[in-house]
């Protein structure tokens, strides 16, 4: 049986920034799980010895500006979402949707935001983000 290809398409981002105050039409994230590796090699040892540390979930979500009815600023300073204040620990429910049922899912805290304007292109926002604890994956790829 061939495997199926995952796309973008398939792919949603939901929780901090992703709601109208923040006026964004986000189309896009990234989640990266970095870990500190540190050395622990002794004067005994022939190479250099390391052992992994606890991972940090980080994510970036990004997309274009719109204007809404409410001339709603994008509150690039306030970042609150309307749920918990993503400055502090518990941050926004978020969801990163990879397909219909395989998200990773948690609260999210917000960490850098950015507004961008390209004369030739669209202006955009992102929001770069990591979330408190692990997230809760859920991954079921059945037809």
Known sequence: MALTPIVGNDGAFTG??????????????????PRVVSPVTEFADVATRHRGGVATYTGTASGGMSFDAANTGPNIGDLD???????TPGGDTT????APVCTFTGPAIISNSAISVDKNGESTLSWDFTFDGAPAEVWDETP
């Open 16 to 33: 901090i920034g992703a709601s109208n105050e923040h006026n964004g039409r986000l189309n896009a994230w990234t989640l990266t799980v």
């Open 81 to 87: 979402s309307g749920g918990a204040d993503p400055f």
């Open 95 to 98: 969801v990163l949707t990879v």
